[in-house]
């Protein structure tokens, strides 16, 4: 790993913001702090000492799924304590034996982790690749398979910063009947009617299941599963990770909910960042550093390992918080930068941002 410059280690933030999805900067956010200091004063509990299905069922929880389910226009939200714990839960107990899952291959850790730990056969697709999926289902149902097919991708991928073909993975789950599972990370709060994500125009069909993190954009920690009845009901019944853990912290859920709630009352706020998105775009263009994705996620491919830590270094010594990524996180040979846009910065420090990209890589564009 030292060869090869893999090693991993922790670092402080430190500098301007480029490397946290804290897209909508409600994690510091005065109205969320408040919100949570307002529910300590009126009694709401740190820990839900215990739990959903003993004494750790709260009302703070019970709130914020009923205002969820109604925010995200579905039947019915279920509130998990992080978004790798759902995407895992969900895919070691809907999919069953002499089902098939369908996964993308960039989709993300937690999802490929479910998939290999859960009862189902599975199949890597192509990314974003609408005939891979259909060709995967056909060969499958060519070798006898007669269960219930399962796709599962990211509306928006966290390390290409690209999207998904959501009208097509929509027509072909119709067309299978199959169920479509779709991790909306990096995209609630950011797209979508009021930030309710790329899937809001689909919500409430019954083959379809959506994970809304609430650790990035929302500010907070969690995860919503918003889903049909009959699925959230197996889910609570079935699903080892939500039965024997302790439940979130109900504080947890009070920001939660005041999230979804700035989300509608403050619409400027995707508004600013949807802008602050096209400026940066813009000015990468303008210096020769365009990007292969259009969203708030800008991947600068380096390739090398070594190279791509080293301008990570270079770019954090003159002020900026931006991480290098490499393998396993990313295929070999594709290390970068991740340079994610947030509102914790404005236009004048992503100009600067670009500025020394461009100086630090000089020698990368003719």
Known sequence: MHEDDRLRGLKPRKGTDFASSDYLALASAPRMKKALFTALEVGTPIGAGGSRLLRGNCEEHEALEADAARFFRAETALFFGGGYIANFAVLTTLPQQGDLLVLDALAHASLHEGARAGRAEFQISGHNDVQSIEDTIGDWRARGGRGRVWIVVESLYSMDGDFAPLKDLVAIAERQEAFLIVDE????????????????????????????????????????ITASGVLRDFMVNRCRPFIFATAPSPLMAVAVREATLILQEKPDRQRRLIDLIDFAHRQCALCGRASSSNSQIVPYVVGDNARAMRLASALQARGFDIRGIRPPTVPVATARLRISLTLNVGQDDVSDMIDALVEETWGDVQ
């Open 185 to 224: 990370a990096h995209a609630t709060g950011v797209y979508g009617e009021q930030g309710r994500g790329l899937t809001a125009p689909y919500e409430g069909r019954e083959n379809l299941l959506v994970i809304h993190t609430c650790g990035k954009a929302l500010g907070a920690a969690g995860a919503l």
